[in-house]
């Protein structure tokens, strides 16, 4: 029996690359059903030079040249339609393959992913010992396609029903040999990401964990320290401590000191979540002596009445002694906000921001829209909280009873402009000599390039030369000429790779005219017929100029009448226009 598993990065944008996609729980599933359980499977997993790079044509391919017998796909946020939409199109080619979901987005509250024809099975909760167990069922009844397994924790998409919950491992001294075992080698990723506990004592109302684990699981310190030499050996510039609330642990004290020991030379950095609150200035000199760089901590909201509503209070002046102890120290200190809270008003949130602003207790501020995660106790009772939110990923809030939509997007708004940042920053327009499309028959990067020169009718890519992030660039001295072409080369990318980030780019040249507005009104509405994207949903509520969703428009007219541009830009909001920066209409 041969088994793929696949994860599927946050889509990048044009130039952007992929960081921090290690298929980890890829990685546990591998070893825990292959060395713990003995099952004779041959496992594979898709390596990230493929995953991270590939639009969805190609990796349709890759995907069906393996001829899998399972594929098992690890479904974020980010990914979960694309994960979903390449499994029907594998099935359609290929029927037979079992098609197995996990991770995060699995869970008994997400019908529509549960629910959707491709699933064959869905592992809800900690996955290692369904899916080996799921292995083993399929192993012993090959060929014999009727017999429906019950195993605790499988969802079987032809019985649909909620099946027995699964208990939990007792420890992580079997999963946690991954790296050991040469199942992931961190010098890719240029990181090592380590769990040494599975489990949160903690019961945020937004956060998926403490539905997950109902207890804490640990990894032994002996196991923790070989992993600490392995990534010294790897050179690998940060160990990243996947660990819910690092200073959870009775024992924090004596982790911190065992944490310094394994990185005596600083050969790397440690970065971790945690609460500011318990950290005193012994714990903030210890983790610098241990080599942290960062940690980021949740503030989400000072008001007491969301706090009360999210089981999450915070003690300000503990807050406060925590963050000064580690800035003291020189860690850099990452403090998150959250926006749309059931119990925040404006005034609340703006409180909250101007606490932060104010006291310069931080290094950097992320400010997020509350996403109502499945799984999550705020999705249990969105209801009785009056909480209405996108019905697909990332599930962004969209208003609340002390909340309107505009009143959430003012407040975003407002934290850019108070710490003079942007969230979600894309990247600046590529020079034209950026990246080269890929050669026939080649393998796409993430980000590829066609400059494409619409006056002498270029070869197109086949669907397969796509990347996940992928640029049209168009050139001409006449684009009057050329409407229905420009809309042609964007339906032959997407048509094929609806979930590529396209950027389309109209490069007008000295001396040449603005596009008709009917061919630039064309060009959207090709980028937007489709179902919607992950970041088509993200970005639909934050609208600026050329960032409606996972496709862009860009026009760049450095030559062009102002006036005409200014109407332009207001006629068409979803459009950037690019001109130069001395113009009056920047
Ligand atoms: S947000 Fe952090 S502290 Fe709260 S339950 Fe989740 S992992 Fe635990």
């Known amino acids: 029996m041969t088994v793929l598993l696949l994860q599927l990065p946050i889509p990048p944008f044009g130039p952007e690359t992929v960081r921090g996609?290690?298929?980890?729980?890829?990685?546990?599933?591998?070893?825990?059903a292959q060395r713990v359980e003995s099952i004779a499977a041959e496992i594979e997993i898709l390596p990230s030079s493929l995953a991270d790079g590939l639009g969805d044509a190609a990796m349709l391919?890759?995907?069906?040249?393996?001829?899998?017998?399972?594929?098992?796909?690890?479904?974020?946020?980010?990914?979960?339609?694309?994960?979903?939409?390449?499994?029907?199109?594998?099935?359609?080619?290929?029927?037979?393959?079992?098609?197995?979901?996990?991770?995060?987005?699995?869970?008994?509250?997400?019908?529509?992913?549960?629910?959707?024809?491709?699933?064959?099975?869905?592992?809800?909760?900690?996955?290692?010992?369904?899916?080996?167990?799921?292995?083993?069922?399929?192993?012993?009844?090959?060929?014999?396609?009727?017999?429906?397994?019950?195993?605790?924790?499988?969802?079987?998409?032809?019985?649909?029903?909620?099946?027995?919950?699964?208990?939990?491992?007792?420890?992580?001294?079997?999963?946690?040999?991954?790296?050991?075992?040469?199942?992931?080698?961190?010098?890719?990723?240029?990181?090592?990401?380590?769990?040494?506990?599975?489990?949160?004592?903690?019961?945020?109302?937004?956060?998926?964990?403490?539905?997950?684990?109902?207890?804490?699981?640990?990894?032994?310190?002996?196991?923790?320290?070989?992993?600490?030499?392995?990534?010294?050996?790897?050179?690998?510039?940060?160990?990243?401590?996947?660990?819910?609330?690092?200073?959870?642990?009775?024992?924090?004290?004596?982790?911190?000191?065992?944490?310094?020991?394994?990185?005596?030379?600083?050969?790397?950095?440690?970065?971790?979540?945690?609460?500011?609150?318990?950290?005193?200035?012994?714990?903030?000199?210890?983790?610098?002596?241990?080599?942290?760089?960062?940690?980021?901590?949740?503030?989400?909201?000072?008001?007491?009445?969301?706090?009360?509503?999210?089981?999450?209070?915070?003690?300000?002046?503990?807050?406060?002694?925590?963050?000064?102890?580690?800035?003291?120290?020189?860690?850099?200190?990452?403090?998150?906000?959250?926006?749309?809270?059931?119990?925040?008003?404006?005034?609340?949130?703006?409180?909250?921001?101007?606490?932060?602003a104010n006291s310069g207790l931080f290094t950097e501020i992320q400010v997020f829209r509350l996403a109502v995660l499945p799984g999550t106790d705020f999705r249990r009772r969105y209801r009785e909280l009056g909480l209405e939110f996108q019905p697909h990923p990332p599930y962004h809030v969209l208003r609340t009873p002390t909340l309107s939509s505009d009143e959430i997007g003012d407040l975003m708004r407002e934290a850019e402009s108070l710490f003079d940042t942007e969230f979600d920053p894309l990247p600046e327009v590529p020079e034209r000599s950026w990246g080269t499309p890929a050669s026939p028959g080649g393998t796409p990067v993430a980000g590829t390039q066609w400059v494409i020169d619409l006056d002498a009718s270029p070869r197109r890519p086949s669907p397969e030369e796509v990347g996940l992030a992928h640029i049209l660039r168009f050139v001409s001295r006449d684009f009057s000429r050329h409407g229905a072409a420009m809309r042609s080369w964007v339906e032959n990318v997407l048509d094929h790779n609806p979930h590529t980030t396209l950027w389309i780019v109209v490069e007008l040249g000295e001396g040449v005219d603005l596009p008709r507005?009917?061919?630039?009104?064309?060009?959207?509405?090709?980028?937007?017929?489709?179902?919607?994207?992950?970041?088509?949903?993200?970005?639909?509520?934050?609208?600026?100029?050329?960032?409606m969703g996972a496709k862009r428009i860009t026009v760049s007219a450095p030559h062009s009448p102002v006036e005409r541009v200014e109407g332009l830009r207001r006629r068409l909001p979803g459009i950037d226009f690019v001109v130069p920066e001395t113009s009056p209409v920047q």
């Open 61 to 356: 391919r890759e995907i069906t040249d393996r001829r899998p017998d399972v594929l098992g796909l690890s479904c974020y946020l980010w990914n979960v339609e694309r994960s979903l939409y390449l499994a029907e199109q594998v099935k359609r080619r290929m029927p037979q393959v079992r098609v197995v979901l996990g991770g995060p987005e699995i869970t008994h509250d997400n019908a529509w992913v549960l629910e959707h024809p491709a699933v064959d099975y869905a592992v809800i909760g900690e996955g290692e010992q369904t899916f080996a167990e799921l292995l083993r069922f399929l192993a012993e009844r090959s060929g014999d396609a009727t017999s429906s397994p019950v195993i605790a924790g499988l969802w079987d998409g032809r019985r649909r029903s909620i099946p027995p919950s699964r208990r939990q491992l007792a420890h992580l001294n079997d999963v946690g040999r991954v790296y050991l075992e040469g199942i992931l080698d961190p010098a890719p990723y240029n990181s090592l990401f380590l769990e040494t506990i599975r489990g949160c004592v903690f019961k945020c109302g937004f956060c998926f964990y403490p539905k997950s684990f109902d207890r804490l699981a640990y990894m032994d310190d002996d196991l923790a320290a070989a992993n600490l030499a392995l990534a010294r050996r790897s050179g690998v510039s940060e160990v990243f401590l996947l660990d819910p609330t690092l200073n959870q642990r009775r024992d924090f004290t004596d982790f911190l000191k065992l944490l310094a020991a394994g990185n005596a030379h600083h050969s790397f950095t440690y970065s971790a979540e945690l609460r500011a609150e318990g950290i005193r200035t012994e714990h903030a000199r210890l983790m610098a002596e241990a080599g942290f760089a960062e940690v980021e901590l949740g503030l989400q909201s000072i008001d007491r009445t969301a706090q009360a509503l999210m089981h999450r209070t915070v003690n300000l002046p503990a807050f406060e002694r925590g963050v000064r102890a580690l800035l003291d120290a020189g860690i850099r200190v990452r403090v998150d906000l959250i926006v749309g809270l059931p119990g925040d008003t404006a005034d609340t949130v703006r409180r909250g921001l101007d606490y932060l």
């Open 517 to 547: 507005e009917r061919d630039l009104e064309a060009l959207l509405e090709a980028c937007y017929r489709r179902p919607l994207s992950y970041l088509d949903w993200y970005f639909s509520l934050q609208p600026k100029p050329g960032r």
């Open 21 to 32: 996609n290690v298929p980890l729980a890829a990685a546990y599933l591998k070893l825990y």
